[in-house]
């Protein structure tokens, strides 16, 4: 497609519910990021993939949040047993260069808002 | 640890001044900086530098960067209402598989 597409675009879950996000990057992109951004702050780095391979998953906050893009475009981000604190923007970004080279441009999707009531 | 910090973190600025926009950062190994603007959705990027003392342009806004003080500035002239926005700066982390960002600045423009 010609941008990042994500949805849900927005995402309500009861305390405790699992739920999943999904990102669709640009058509040949080899890189794939998660972010978190909460309100008034900059996106947070969650996971990063190199095609299918997953090379980051520093920024996961804890093990309820697992992260996969098993062909190496489609990813999917799933948190389990959500809190309130996971309540923010997910945002998925793609770009067309690979770790360790030189940094190409992230280009955005529109995000995923989740609440957790 | 890689930091990115941006200041100031709010600015609010009647049309037609001009604004800067710091960022200074902390990384090992340094790639890249980046800007973006983000309105209500995704980021947009806006600059790529690597290289001091190069400025980018892009009609009214300009961006350079400075390795030896590590930081960056943003200018924006002649604002208009259109600008108000989150500016983020970013760098490339140490490994290459993540853009740090800074918390952003807010910026106003009233008319």
């Known amino acids: 497609g010609a941008g990042v597409s994500q949805s849900p675009r927005y995402k309500v879950a009861k305390r405790g519910q699992d739920v999943a996000l999904r990102c669709d990057p640009i058509s040949g992109h080899v890189s794939l990021f998660w972010y978190q951004q909460a309100l008034g702050q900059g996106p947070e780095f969650l996971t990063y993939f190199q095609n299918e391979a997953q090379l980051d998953k520093s920024g996961l906050p804890s093990d309820r949040f697992f992260a996969e893009r098993p062909e190496g475009s489609v990813s999917t981000l799933k948190i389990q047993r959500t809190q309130q604190e996971d309540s923010a923007v997910y945002l998925c970004a793609s770009s067309s260069s690979s770790a360790g080279t030189f940094f190409s441009p992230l280009h955005f999707g529109n995000g995923t808002r989740l609440t957790v009531t | 640890e890689d930091k990115v910090v941006q200041s100031p973190l709010s600015l609010v600025v009647h049309e037609g001044d001009t604004v800067t926009l710091n960022c200074s950062y902390e990384v090992t190994n340094f790639r890249s900086l980046l800007w973006y603007k983000q309105e209500k959705k995704a980021p947009t990027f806006l600059f790529m530098l690597t290289s001091s003392g190069i400025e980018k342009k892009s009609g009214r806004l300009s961006s350079i960067l400075d390795k030896k003080e590590l930081s960056s500035i943003l200018n924006i002239t002649a604002t208009q209402t259109g600008d108000s926005a989150i500016y983020l700066c970013?760098?490339?982390?140490?490994?290459?598989?993540?853009?740090?960002f800074g918390k952003g600045t807010t910026l106003s423009v009233s008319s």
């Open positions: 970013a760098v490339a982390n140490q490994a290459g598989t993540a853009l740090i």
